[in-house]
């Protein structure tokens, strides 16, 4: 399972930086290919900071902070058992790494996923930002499930 899951990872993260060079070697920065109008664009940007670009212009808190963070989504790879937390972990540590290598080789992350969804212009994102907001929704689900699990063990007591 846990090799499997590394190939699923590394598999994420090929397909993060693909995506990403794709985009870079297609469209000009700033340029946009309409997918569905007034809704789904891809758009060449440049992310000097993390979501939302908060932290902007900040690199060197992203290049400090991030392989502490890998490094910790390693350990607890190499610790855990249970199936789901090590699915929440690869696609975390497949993001991670995604835009990690961005920031080391370029000084920015680039992001070509525009959305407008009811008037609401979304960040725009990359794959390795899907990768962490799905492991994280995992994690989500972990910590839900485990509530759920005491709670139902506290009521039979």
């Known amino acids: ?10 598999g994420i993260l090929a397909l993060d930086l693909f995506v990403k060079y794709w985009i870079e070697t297609t469209l000009r920065l700033g340029q946009s290919i309409t997918i569905i109008p ?12 993390a979501a939302w670009s908060l932290l902007s212009g900040k690199q060197f808190v992203f290049l400090f902070v991030t392989p502490i963070i890998i490094g910790a989504l390693v350990y607890y790879y190499v610790k855990q058992s249970e199936p789901l937390h090590l699915t929440a972990i690869a696609f975390i540590l497949a993001g991670a790494v995604g835009n990690f290598v961005d920031r080391v080789v370029f000084g920015y992350v680039r992001d070509m996923f ?6 609401y ?3 725009v ?3 390795a930002d899907m990768a962490v907001v799905f492991g994280v929704f995992l994690v989500i689900l972990i910590i839900l ?3 759920m699990r005491l709670k139902h063990e506290q009521n039979n007591d």
Do not use: C, D, H, Q
């Open 1 to 10: 399972m846990k090799k499997l899951l590394l190939v699923l990872s590394a």
């Open 114 to 119: 525009s959305f407008n969804i009811f008037g």
């Open 125 to 127: 994102f990359n794959v």
């Open 145 to 147: 499930r485990e509530e």
């Open 38 to 49: 007034n809704f789904f664009e891809l758009t060449y940007v440049r992310n000097y900071g």
């Open 121 to 123: 212009a979304f960040p």
